[in-house]
């Protein structure tokens, strides 16, 4: 069975410094995984995937994360963070299947000071 | 391109009755998947939908049904409805889930239900 573990159900960070949140992931078999951000009373935005193609995965908003095999990690990072960053986000993974049935992490919440 | 639609935005009902939500994939998208998010249960799978088809199904009770149309339009239907139905029901769209390396899912905004 798949399942994502996001390690800090809330993160705070000042504005400017490196934002890093914490996923991992268990899969019997190689996985997709997935960054979403919500913003508050909104959907999920992708911010980026993996897909077995290149390991270090860069997305919108300047964030990117490093798919780590020997980790069973994806934490996704920014080198400075910005006030509009503060949002909450999802870690997610994806059995390689024809469904569209995704598995979603409970979520970091991010906060970031002035 | 206009992205995931989902109607209403909003919905207060009392508990016993039924709902139904909409929700309008992005057009030339056959697969509708939804989700239900609350904060103690976070995001959960509920069923998914692919050229009219359910291909999956979340762990939900049977009062939780969906049925997709010809134009790729889904609807989701929640009978005898229990204070515990109040969250945030999303629907996401994509293209075609067989396409691995091209994957991606479009979420909508969401429809808040309240169950008083």
């Known amino acids: 069975a798949q399942s994502v573990t996001q390690l800090g159900s809330h993160v705070s960070v000042s504005e400017g410094a490196l934002v890093l949140l914490r996923c991992n992931y268990s899969?019997?078999?190689?996985?997709?995984l997935f960054w979403y951000v919500q913003y508050p009373n909104q959907g999920l935005q992708l911010l980026l995937k993996?897909?077995?193609?290149?390991?270090l995965v860069k997305g919108i908003n300047g964030f990117e994360a490093e798919f780590k095999k020997s980790e069973t990690s994806f934490h996704l990072t920014k080198p400075s963070a910005h006030m509009s960053d503060a949002a909450e986000y999802f870690c997610a993974v994806k059995k390689y299947s024809s469904a569209s049935k995704i598995i979603f992490g409970s979520g970091t919440r991010l906060s970031i000071r002035p | 391109k206009a992205g995931v639609t989902q109607t209403p935005r909003y919905l207060i009902k009392t508990r016993g009755q039924q709902v139904t939500l909409s929700c309008s994939p992005i057009s030339g998208h056959r697969s509708v998947s939804w989700y239900q998010q609350t904060p103690g249960q976070g995001l959960q799978f509920l069923f998914e939908?692919?050229?009219?088809?359910?291909?999956n199904k979340g762990n939900f009770p049977g009062r939780f049904s969906g049925r997709q149309f010809s134009n790729s339009r889904s609807e989701m239907n929640v009978s005898t409805l229990e204070l515990g139905d109040s969250a945030l029901y999303l629907c996401?769209?994509?293209?075609?889930?067989?396409?691995?390396?091209?994957?991606?899912?479009?979420f909508g905004p969401g429809t808040r239900l309240t169950v008083t």
């Open positions: 993996y897909t077995s193609a290149a390991t």
């Open positions: 996401a769209s994509s293209l075609d889930p067989s396409s691995q390396s091209s994957y991606e899912q479009y």
């Open positions: 899969s019997s078999v190689p996985p997709y």
């Open positions: 939908y692919f050229s009219e088809t359910q291909r």
